[in-house]
Structures are given as C-alpha cells and as structure tokens.
Nanobody, 116 residues
Framework: QVQLVESGGGLVQAGGSLRLSCAAS????????MGWYRQAPGKSRELVAS???????NYADSVKGRFTISRDNAKNTVYLQMNSLKPEDTAVYYC??????????WGQGTQVTVSS
C-alpha cells in the first residue's frame, strides 16, 4: 500500500509562482513514475508532468518552459515548481505514482487558483 500527501497549493496572482510537494509513504518500489495531474471544473483530468525514478521527464505542451518537475528518491518526494502562472492553470492538482498499469496511486489533491 502507498499513500501520497500533497501540499503547497494556494491562491496567487497571474505571473506568480508556487511549488507543490508530494510525499509518498508505504511500500515504495522502484522503478516507478511519479507525476502531477490537474482537473478543472467541468473538464477531464490531464497530465501536467511526470518523472521516472531514473530521472527522465515529460511535460504537457501547455506548461513547457514554465513548470519544472523534480524528485528526491531518498525522501520519496516529488516537486512541481510552477512559474509564470496563468489563470488557465487554475485546477485541483493531484499527485500520482505508477509502478505498473495495475499499481497506481493518487493523492487527495491540492487546489491551485490563479487570479488575473
């Protein structure tokens, strides 16, 4: 069993920055992929960024150049540095850990609101 706890969300002005953190606990096995998804009201959940335990990363086109994902394997923690935030970034952000297609875990979500 794996538990994920997010923190760092909040209300910011357009152009500002936030850093999200997600700490994993339990039976953490590697290799794995950790990532951030987001879901706005009335929209489906979408991948924002992901990072494998080996270090390779993937970003949605909408956040390339603005967001940076990183992880600390010793602390079982993944981070999302969000710069140049836009109102369209407003959503609930969810942390995800994937060991395989049948071993996937989700955090409770943290709200990010960007005002214009």
């Amino acid at each position: 069993q794996v538990q994920l706890v997010e923190s760092g969300g909040g209300l910011v002005q357009a152009g500002g920055s936030l850093r999200l953190s997600c700490a994993a606990s339990g039976s953490i096995l590697r290799p794995n992929v950790m990532g951030w998804y987001r879901q706005a009201p009335g929209k489906s959940r979408e991948l924002v960024a992901s990072i494998a335990s080996g270090g390779s990363t993937n970003y949605a086109d909408s956040v390339k150049g603005r967001f940076t994902i990183s992880r600390d394997n010793a602390k079982n923690t993944v981070y999302l540095q969000m710069n140049s935030l836009k109102p369209e970034d407003t959503a609930v952000y969810y942390c995800n850990l994937e060991r395989s297609l049948i071993n996937k875990y989700w955090g409770q979500g943290t709200q990010v609101t960007v005002s214009s």
